[in-house]
């Protein structure tokens, strides 16, 4: 059974930083087909930080240059360094994986983690 497990959210002021985990057990762990996507109150789920086809990260608009993706294989875990963060950051923060990597479908959420930056 897969699971994915977020940790790492919390509280901050605008400016800080936090850094998000994804702990996958159950899961032929590969970072390419992985990703971390966000749920603000009242608006629709939107990627964070996902791949393309030839594997390169891709980030949000909004999050460029600020966010990070990143992966320790070993400990099948993945990552999201997020620094200069916002007010319109806040949110819920789902890391997520394929089971089909070149596919589109992301199979398997995490619970998510909260996200609340402060002004």
């Known amino acids: 059974q897969v699971q994915l497990v977020e940790s790492g959210g919390g509280s901050v002021q605008a400016g800080g930083s936090l850094t998000l985990s994804c702990t996958a057990s159950?899961?032929?762990?590969?970072?390419?087909?992985m990703g971390w996507f966000r749920q603000a109150p009242g608006k629709e789920r939107e990627g964070v930080a996902t791949?393309?086809?030839?594997?390169?990260?891709i980030y949000s608009d909004s999050v460029k240059g600020r966010f990070t993706m990143s992966s320790d294989n070993a400990k099948k875990i993945l990552f999201l360094q997020m620094n200069g963060l916002k007010p319109e950051d806040t949110a819920v923060y789902y890391c997520?994986?394929?089971?089909?990597?070149?596919?589109?479908?992301?199979?398997?959420w995490g619970q998510g983690t909260q996200v609340t930056v402060s002004s």
């Open positions: 791949r393309d086809s030839f594997a390169n990260a």
């Open positions: 997520a994986a394929k089971s089909l990597c070149s596919g589109n479908l992301y199979n398997y």
């Open positions: 159950g899961y032929n762990y590969n970072p390419y087909c």
